[in-house]
C-alpha cells in the first residue's frame, strides 16, 4: 500500500525532491503523482534503495533529491506518496485531526490531506482526517507578481508538513 500527502498549491513550482519523517527498514520509492484522485502517473518514481535504516519508535526525518526536477502547474494536485518494496517494514508517521472541519486550519487547508491505496486512484485517509508527515523539497516557485522571477537562485524551500 502507498501512503502520501495530497498537494495543491496555487502557484507553479519545481519539485526538486521529497522529505518524509518515517521509521523502518529496506527499500522504498519516493513517488511523485499527478492526478493522484483520478488517473495517477507517476512523474518521478525515485528508488531509495538500502539506505532507510531507522529503528521503530525513533523515525527520523529522510530526505530525497530527484535527479530531474519536475515542474508542477498551479492548483495541479500532487501526491507526495511513500511506496515500499514487498520486503520493508516502513512506518510513515502522521497526524489526525479530530473534525474534516478544521483542515481549514491545517498549513494546506481543505485541500491539502493524506491519501493511500493499494491500486488505482489515491484516496482520502480516515475520511481526510490524517495528514502524512511528508512533503515536498522545492527549488523556485512563481508567485505570478513579476519582477524577479519565482524562487531566485540557490537555495530552496521546503513545502509539508
Known sequence: KEFGQLFQMPFPMKVCGM??????????????????LGTPVAQVAHAYTNKISVTTGNPAWLYDYFPTPYNVAANQPIGAVIQPSTSTN????????????????????????????????????????????????????????????????????????
Open 19 to 36: 522529505y518524509a519523517y518515517m521509521s523502518g527498514s529496506g527499500d522504498l520509492n519516493f513517488n511523485l503523482y499527478s492526478d493522484p
Open 90 to 161: 516502513v512506518q510513515l508517521y502522521y497526524k489526525t485531526i479530530a473534525n474534516a472541519a478544521h483542515r481549514a486550519a491545517d498549513p494546506w487547508g481543505t485541500s491539502g490531506y493524506g491519501i493511500s491505496r493499494s491500486s488505482g486512484a489515491f484516496a482520502n485517509a480516515n475520511s481526510s482526517l490524517d495528514h502524512y508527515y511528508v512533503g515536498l523539497l522545492v527549488s523556485a516557485f512563481d508567485d505570478a507578481a513579476g519582477g524577479g522571477g519565482g524562487g531566485g537562485s540557490g537555495g530552496g524551500y521546503v513545502i509539508g508538513s
